[in-house]
């Protein structure tokens, strides 16, 4: 069993893709969600903005058609989080947006209601996606949605 189960049941695990498919439902954007109970050891001198950008490359959320992945990385051990949106959104999103998405997910995340945390998150990224980048007859699905467990 790995050590992220602490946090979420396989019926959390499941809530949550089906969060991040309805979240782009309305966008051509695409999101995925890491969530890691620690960090690995080669990575101890990482800032989490760095293992973040490396949790972005390694799972290609870069490689989305129009540049519009937006990548959540959560680490429980450290009780942080970092959001990383791709080239195509970062120029259209106003400023502050993350930090605000950032700031509600700390309020579940202090009663420890992490599935509703990160549900919400989500869902304002979509609907923040969804301003610049609405969903065309073109659009696909290009990442998975359901969670990177680690």
Excluded: C
């Excluded at 490359?57 to 937006?70: A, C, E, I, P, S």
């Excluded at 051990?77 to 700390?106: L, N, P, Q, Y």
């Amino acid at each position: 069993m790995s050590t992220i189960k602490r946090y979420f049941s396989k019926e959390d695990l499941k809530k949550l893709a089906q969060a991040v498919a309805d979240a782009e439902k309305n966008t051509s954007g695409q999101i995925r969600v890491v969530a890691r109970h620690s960090r690995h050891w080669k990575e101890r001198k990482l800032s989490l903005r760095d293992l973040a950008l490396r949790e972005f490359y390694r799972l290609g959320v870069q490689n989305t058609g129009h540049h519009t992945g937006v990548l959540l990385l959560v680490l429980f051990s450290e009780r942080k989080f970092e959001i990383v949106a791709d080239e195509g959104i970062h120029t259209r999103v106003t400023e502050g947006t993350w930090e605000r998405i950032a700031a509600g997910m700390s309020i579940h995340f202090r009663k420890e209601n992490y599935v509703e945390g990160i549900s919400e998150a989500v869902k304002t990224i979509g609907n923040e996606l969804a301003k610049y980048f609405p969903r065309d007859p073109e659009s696909t699905n290009e990442l998975p949605d359901e969670i990177v467990e680690e």
